[in-house]
């Protein structure tokens, strides 16, 4: 019995040290975290060149398997994964390099390093910033470089080409790669939109470029449909060049503003005034007639000619010269005028004599009225000469003003705007030397055209006016408040003004109706918006700054040639400027920039937004921002040299030696008292038989 109970207590006791043990065995064997150290191979490396970068990490586990992401910090761009296994050692390496990663040469360079669960920042020494290079070709760059080498040179005009013109494109090509990357000679090959063809051969052109921001002229010879629309016209340029010992090939894309028609619309072509060198001309007197115009479209009008019509051998005829004049080209928003040389017939009666005016470009024309006050035989006198010239009414001028809250503004617009109100004053004059008019009744309506029906209509009045009596070369002045339809596409709109009057010639009374027809350019109010800038902060000096601002188009016209620069102070950028295009009406994007801060301080920087309105005006906007770059603190001491932690005890830890040590000394203590106990109650045993002897 003794045995069993003696067994019985070793069995409880072992497992006690069994359980303690497996208890132990459980734990972590690693009581530190990982070592992380970055080597870079070769030793010193700019940018632009091939490398390798070897990570050693320590403090890992024998067969132990971990994932290490690897992101770049500062002028290093890129990012890695991959997953390692420790060796009986507990070490592990990783190499990575120029496969995925990038040095712009812009500043501090470090690896953000997670290896499991566990993350730090590791500094890798060796790269320094390059000086630019003045040889023609550098060595040892990366086969792809970041972003496109070839770009558009900035601040270049939006170029244009009327329809069914032959023309010589021109555009200026640069080197906007940065430091050290030149792409040398270059194939650029051009894609044209549908109603745009080439006037040669061939689309391909080799250019070299071998400097940062040289220019090259790129030279398309176009021609541009007869029947092509007016709008914007993308075009496609590739460019193939060999860089780090590949080919490399980007595009880019250069819109083209293509006028249709005859390359003038309507209204740009304007007859602005004429003068006389007389208040009155005699009969059978020369005189001077000046006709002065205006090139009121942002495009050069080529072979433009003035006609003078409505002349007749008994009456006005050109005296010493021909009817029509060739003016040849009128710049963009330039004025021009014409001089003819009249001679007045001996036998016209007194009264004005009406000449018609036109000026001609392609297929477009605008015209005018010009009145000749004659003094000659009285109308009817000797019962011979024709009857007396009707009176005229003519709009002399007019002008628009924008009306805000029910005020009129001083200020006289060149346009007015969709969805608001304006008032048009005429200025109107009967232009007859003798006859008065009476009763005459004014007609302002808008103008139908092929895509509307008008666009204008009174705002809180009625379009028809009456006059009483207006005499002879006076004039008079009405005014009319109209309400432009607020979703009127950008253009030129007409508006007919219509006059019906009486007047008594050759003591008979006649009723005259006329009309003329004026216009009004009509723009949409520009709603491109902007949001604040978006950016988070502070930083730690040698992470990168990712500011981002938002934008959207609320207007009912698209805005074109949209493009995004970065400027400010104490950062880098390897993309300063992009290119976004033309933005539709109703939709938005945004843009992020990637900041390398120079030092710790203030960032201080600015988005500066430029594109054209749907009028060709060229406008920007600018959105600032600031944050704070602070000192970087490292998580572990910075050294140029591998860091290793002390070699992790794989063994039973000492701690774990005295709890077995404490379990065998139970387990002893217990069978001690177990065999005392034991004795004992053999000895009681004992004596009892020896009483029961005796």
């Known amino acids: 019995m003794t045995r069993n109970i003696i067994k019985r207590s070793i069995s409880i006791a072992v497992c006690l040290c069994m359980t303690f043990i497996l208890m132990l065995t459980a734990l972590p064997a690693r009581a530190a975290g990982y070592s992380v150290s970055a080597e870079l191979i070769p030793g010193s490396v700019a940018a632009g060149e091939r ?21 770049g910090i500062g002028g290093l761009s890129g990012s890695d994964s991959a997953e390692v296994t420790f ?38 020494s060796g790269f320094v910033k390059n000086e630019e290079s003045d040889s023609e070709e550098d060595e040892d760059l990366p086969v792809q470089p970041l972003g496109n080498l070839i770009g558009i040179k900035e601040g270049t005009p939006l170029p244009e080409i009327k329809a069914g013109e032959s023309k010589l494109l021109r555009i200026p090509l640069a080197n906007v790669g940065g430091r050290g990357r030149y792409a040398g000679k270059t194939r650029i090959t051009a894609s044209l ?6 006037n040669s051969a061939t689309s391909t052109q080799e250019l070299n470029f071998t400097r940062t921001g040289e220019d090259q002229m790129l030279e398309l010879p176009l021609i541009a449909d007869s029947g092509a629309d007016s709008g914007i016209y993308p075009i496609t340029l590739t460019s193939c060049y060999q860089y780090g010992g590949a080919e490399v090939e980007e595009t880019m894309q250069v819109n083209l503003k293509v006028i249709g028609g005859s390359g003038v619309s309507e209204g740009e072509l304007l007859i602005t005034e004429y003068t006389l ?3 009155l001309v005699k009969a059978g007197e020369n005189f001077k007639l000046t006709v002065y115009i205006r090139n009121g479209s942002s495009v050069s009008c080529e072979n433009v000619k003035m006609l003078l019509d409505g002349l007749a051998t008994s009456g006005i005829t050109v005296d010493g010269g021909m009817d029509i004049q060739n003016i040849g080209t009128i710049a963009a928003g330039a004025p021009a005028s014409v001089t003819w040389n009249l001679l007045a017939a001996e036998d016209m009666v007194s009264g004005n004599q009406m000449l018609d005016v036109s000026v001609l470009c392609g297929d477009t024309a605008a015209s005018a009225k010009v009145f000749v006050p004659v003094e000659g035989k009285p109308a009817g006198s000797d019962g011979e000469g024709p009857a007396a010239s009707k009176p005229r009414v003519v709009i002399d001028s007019y002008t628009f003003r924008n009306v805000i809250d ?57 379009n028809t006016f009456f006059i009483a009596n207006v005499g002879a070369g ?8 109209l309400l432009v339809k607020a979703d009127a596409p950008p253009k030129s709109y007409g508006l007919e003004v219509a006059v019906s009057y009486e007047a008594v010639l050759d003591d008979e009374r006649v009723t005259i109706d006329d009309r003329e027809t004026i216009t009004i350019p009509v723009t949409q109010p520009d709603r491109f918006e902007v949001e604040e800038v978006n950016v988070w902060g502070p930083v730690m000096y040698g992470e990168t700054l990712f500011p981002s601002i938002s934008f959207v188009n609320k207007g009912k ?34 843009y992020e920039a990637n900041l390398n801060p120079e030092m710790p301080g203030m960032v201080e920087g600015r988005f500066i937004l430029s594109y054209e309105d749907a009028a060709g005006n060229l406008r920007e906007l600018e959105r600032s921002f600031s944050v704070e770059v602070q000192e970087m603190i490292w ?50 045993a004992a004596l009892e038989d020896d009483d029961y002897d005796d």
Request: charged share 20%.
């Open 277 to 279: 060198d007389r208040d």
């Open 51 to 71: 490398f390798v970068i070897r990570l050693e990490i320590g403090g890992g586990t024998a067969g132990e398997t971990a994932d290490v992401t690897v992101e």
């Open 406 to 462: 029910g005020i009129v503004s001083e200020e006289i617009p060149s346009s007015v705007e969709g969805g608001k109100t304006f008032r048009l004053t005429l200025n109107l004059k009967n232009t007859s030397s003798f006859a008065a008019i009476e009763n005459l009744k004014m007609t302002v309506s808008s103008a139908a055209d092929d895509a509307t029906g008008g666009v204008f209509t009174p705002a809180n009045s009625s």
């Open 557 to 590: 016209s698209s805005i074109y040639n949209l493009s995004i620069r970065v400027e400010g102070e104490n950062f880098t950028t390897g993309e300063p400027t992009v290119y976004i295009g033309n933005v539709e009406s109703g939709s938005g994007d945004y």
């Open 87 to 124: 060796d009986e050692n507990g070490s592990a390496s990783f190499s990575t390099g120029s496969e995925d990663f990038s040095y712009s040469g812009s500043g501090s360079t470090s690896l953000y390093v997670t290896v499991g669960n566990e993350s730090r920042t590791v500094r890798v």
């Open 635 to 684: 998580d572990e001491p910075v050294i140029d040299e591998p860091v290793m932690m002390e070699p992790e005890q794989t063994g039973m830890p000492l701690w774990g030696w005295i709890l077995i040590g404490v379990g065998g000394a139970a387990v002893i203590v217990i069978a001690v008292v177990v065999i005392r106990k034991a004795k004992k109650k053999k000895a009681a």
């Open 193 to 198: 939109p549908a109603g745009i063809y080439f």
């Open 474 to 481: 006076q004039t008079f002045t009405e005014a009319i408040d």
